[in-house]
């Protein structure tokens, strides 16, 4: 079960690029859930698959020289869910399917893997703790950084659109 969890239904074990593999997956299992439970079930993913998350990678990591091996993506699929939740929350705000916001799903890819991979500040930080918290926490940090990225550029898409239909 924990390398169920760990490898997110064995995504892990895609090559090249188990990382991007494991937030590519997160999307369509984020729009199952927007659908089935909206952006509070989304919201409950996050928090179910750090918890999950944390246990499985102790278990698959104990004894391991390398604590977080490539086939561990448990951690990016929450990281993606927590970048997602503006479109989520934004859309069920909207009365919109989540998908008509595809530009924020393209965003929050981006962006969560570019802090994902590039490690920068905080998330440089929690990936060099130890564990299987420091696992699961560089990308939730990434994802909040993604999130905060996807509200930023959605306001700024809101702006210009919103300038461009009422001109001053």
């Not at 020289?65 to 859309?91: K, M, N, R, Y």
């Not at 909207?94 to 905080?122: E, N, Q």
Request: aromatic letters at 12%; a negative charge; charged letters at 10%.
């Amino acid at each position: 079960m924990s390398s169920l969890i760990a490898t997110f239904f064995y995504v892990g074990h895609l090559r090249p690029a188990p990382g991007t593999w494991g937030s590519l997956a997160a999307l369509p299992a984020a729009w199952a859930i927007y659908v089935l439970a909206g952006p509070w079930g989304l919201l409950a993913g996050v928090v179910l698959s750090y918890v999950l998350g944390v246990w499985a990678t102790g278990v698959e990591t104990k004894g391991k020289d390398d604590h977080d091996p490539s086939e561990i993506v448990i951690d990016e699929v929450c990281g993606q869910w927590i970048a997602l939740l503006p479109i989520a929350f934004g859309a069920a705000n909207a009365g919109v399917a989540m998908t008509d916001l595809w530009p924020g799903w393209i965003a929050a890819f981006v962006l969560f893997r570019f802090f994902d991979i590039t490690k920068l500040g905080p998330v440089g930080w929690a990936d060099r703790m130890d564990g299987p918290t420091g696992v699961m926490l560089d990308d939730v940090i990434a994802g909040i950084f993604a999130a905060l990225g996807v509200l930023g550029l959605a306001w700024l898409a809101h702006q210009g659109f919103v300038a461009q239909v009422n001109p001053a």
